[in-house]
């Protein structure tokens, strides 16, 4: 498991959005945080427990306080109650060979008086296989519904609560490990949870609630009689299932001859016309139909001709009398018009003086005599007023007239190239004496097809339902065959059963015993070795046993004498506990995230040096120290500094009680000397 990113939003002193990058490098599993006292550093410890475990988590601020009360007052002070906090923990996880990315986001806000929390969890399960072929990979959780509602009991799989408290601890606080009581407590539970003997000791409780479930059965007449029944019914079925089957041969075979002679009479038929006889009625009714419409489309071609329509044989002549219409009606105008300059003319005379009444008498007839020229024609029908009108009409009843008998004569061609093809049809259509025969011995055919096809689909339908019983009866049988059998070897199956499985809890019990010592025999060197790693007198702690029933822990000194761990300060109280949870990581396979608050509390310089060099950058695959500047000082920073893959340093304001993150520790880029 290694944890990738945190995200902390109105937690505690955290205020607005807070991130980390945990993701460790290549030889460098350290993610150094730095802070003062009371500035987040044990709330960030709290954060990561909070998200995975709820309400069940072991967080130090919150005491005796119930789950709800202490949600309320981990939402920061400044913010809005209402929108609440949220913690967002990434992590991957490595099963069954393949690794999942987990985003776990814990929320909660306050709506009038009540608390709601929420937890949605998303899951990229294809986060490893995509990592091998390509770099930089982004997770793409998808939400799921099921794991979120079963969320407490699916963290247990991946990180136990027991377990986590030995991941996850404070420096200062697990002195009280060094005590026996609590480190028999704290070893029994890691080497059931963390090492596999629980799962040992869980088979063995199956196999006994398996034994104890064995129960006889007294039903042995009764299924005794019911499976005579059955057989009989069996064998009538059967029987009735024979007959039926060598019927349905016997219609199949009549309905195959049945079927040929029909394709043979309907070749002859065919080749005869018989198709053009049977058809000889529709094709004399459509004949009839296309000569209706044919006489109705002629009739109406000679309403046209009655019409103006013939008037198109003598265009010419009326393009000559519309322009003999113009004609007359312009002379017509003119003679009205030299009636109105005659009265002019007078009335313009009598307003002249009489010495130029004669010029002026001259001009004026001639004027006059010029335009009586034009209204004489060399031809004149004394055509009406409205003659052009009467034209313009003309042409628009000729125009319409003559579309319509275009439309009519194109029908005409369709209905007679109609008519023409019924004609050499009907040619065509054989005799009736010719196909007669034919076709009667065709249509009592069919007849007999039906009749053959009809018994061989009852025959059919016979067949399937007593199939169906068939199979229903013989179900019924076997199942009563295995209850009778059930009932005969059930006491000697129990007894078997009770017997092998007795077999198996004792190997079990002599396995889960041999693989228990085993474990305690690699749990005493390793936590003995860790131990003389850290410690600065070495030759303090001569051996470590561990027993394994109490799992109590005794330490021995040169000459094989106990030593009591009470004789030990506080500094090496300290050590041994760090030395039994490295211990218990190593013999796990360091699969497991450190997180360690307040690493180096009570410790003179020789074991911090120690600590530094020895234990944290060989702790776990991951290991995230929460340090103040006193603990992991400039000259240990730079120890620890090829381990080291990322730095952050917790910044809090004095003044609005609240903290951020900043990349960077003392003493390198990014917070110098921050407070």
């Given at each position: ?111 009038g008086k009540t608390l709601k929390e929420f937890l949605n969890v998303y899951v ?150 018989g198709d053009l006889f049977t058809r000889r009625v529709e094709l004399e009714n ?111 009843l000729l125009e319409r007239d003559t579309a319509r008998g275009a439309q009519l ?267």
């Amino acid at each position: 498991m290694l944890l990738r990113k945190i995200a902390l939003e109105e937690f505690g002193a955290y205020r607005g959005k807070q991130s980390l990058d945990l993701t460790p490098k290549k030889n460098k599993p350290i993610i150094l945080i730095g802070g003062l006292n009371g500035c987040g550093k044990t709330t960030l410890l709290d954060a990561i427990q909070l998200a995975l475990y709820g309400n069940r988590a072991r967080c130090s601020g919150r005491g005796t306080k119930s789950y709800e009360t202490y949600l309320r007052e981990s939402i920061n002070r400044t913010a809005d109650p209402a929108r609440g906090s949220a913690i967002t923990l990434e992590f991957t996880v490595l099963a069954g060979g393949h690794e999942h990315y987990y985003r776990v986001v814990r929320s909660w806000h306050i709506s009038g008086k009540t608390l709601k929390e929420f937890l949605n969890v998303y899951v990229d399960e294809t986060y490893g296989e995509r990592t091998k072929s390509a770099r930089n990979v982004q997770p793409e959780g998808k939400f799921n519904r099921l794991l979120s509602e079963g969320w407490a009991d699916h963290v247990e799989s991946l990180l136990p609560l027991e377990i986590a408290s030995l991941a996850f601890f404070d420096g200062e606080k697990i002195e009280s490990l060094a005590d026996p009581e609590r480190a028999a407590s704290v070893i029994e539970s890691a080497v059931h949870s963390l090492l596999g003997v629980s799962t040992v000791q869980q088979l063995r409780n199956d196999l006994l609630a398996l034994q104890r479930r064995q129960k006889l059965s007294d039903e042995e007449q009764h299924l005794l009689d019911n499976i005579r029944a059955q057989e009989a019914e069996r064998d009538a079925v059967l029987s009735e299932y024979d007959v039926a089957y060598q019927e349905m041969g016997q219609f199949r075979t009549e309905l195959g001859k049945a079927q040929r002679t029909l394709e043979s009479l309907e070749r002859a038929f065919e080749k005869e016309g018989g198709d053009l006889f049977t058809r000889r009625v529709e094709l004399e009714n459509d004949k009839k139909q296309i000569v209706i419409q044919l006489a109705q489309v002629r009739t109406e071609l000679t309403q046209l001709s009655a019409g103006p329509l013939p008037l198109l044989l003598a265009a010419p002549l009326i393009t000559n009398l519309r322009a003999q219409a113009v004609k007359e009606q312009d002379a017509q105008q003119s003679a009205h018009l030299l009636e109105v300059l005659e009265q002019r003319d007078r009335w313009l005379l009598d307003l002249l003086p009489s010495a130029a009444r004669d010029e002026v008498l001259q001009q004026l007839e001639a004027d006059r005599a010029g335009r009586a020229q034009r209204t004489e024609l060399a031809v004149n029908l004394q055509l009406p007023h409205d003659a052009q009108a009467q034209l313009t009409l003309l042409d628009e009843l000729l125009e319409r007239d003559t579309a319509r008998g275009a439309q009519l004569l194109t029908v005409a061609a369709e209905l007679t190239e109609q008519l023409d093809q019924l004609d050499r049809q009907l040619a065509g259509v054989p005799a009736q004496h010719k196909v007669e025969a034919l076709q009667h011995s065709r249509e009592e055919q069919l007849v007999e097809v039906a009749r053959v096809q009809a018994a061989c689909e009852r025959a059919a339908e016979r067949l399937e339902e007593l199939k169906r019983r068939r199979e229903y009866v013989t179900t019924l049988l076997e199942r009563a065959h295995n209850e009778f059998v059930r009932t005969k070897v059930k006491a000697e199956e129990v007894e078997r059963i009770i017997k092998y499985s007795e077999k198996a809890r004792d190997t079990l019990e002599g396995f889960g015993s041999a693989l228990l010592k085993r474990h305690i025999s690699r749990l005493e060197v390793a936590v003995l070795q860790s131990f003389k790693a850290l410690m600065r007198k070495q030759s303090l702690v001569h051996d470590l046993r561990i027993d394994t029933d109490k799992f109590t822990l005794t330490l021995t000194d040169a000459e094989g004498q106990q030593i009591d761990p009470a004789r030990l300060s506080a500094g090496e109280r300290q050590l041994l506990a760090v030395s039994l949870l490295w211990g218990l990581m190593r013999v796990a396979g360091n699969r497991l995230p450190s997180v360690i608050d307040t690493p180096l509390g009570r410790l003179d310089s020789r074991h911090r040096e120690h600590l530094v060099d020895r234990y944290f950058p060989h702790a776990s695959d991951q290991v995230l120290l929460l340090s103040t500047d006193e603990e992991i000082d400039e000259y240990l920073l730079g120890r620890l500094k090829k381990s080291i893959a990322r730095t952050y340093t917790l910044v809090h304001d004095d003044t609005e009680f609240t903290t951020s993150v900043v990349e960077g520790y003392w003493w390198n880029e990014g917070a110098q000397h921050v407070g």
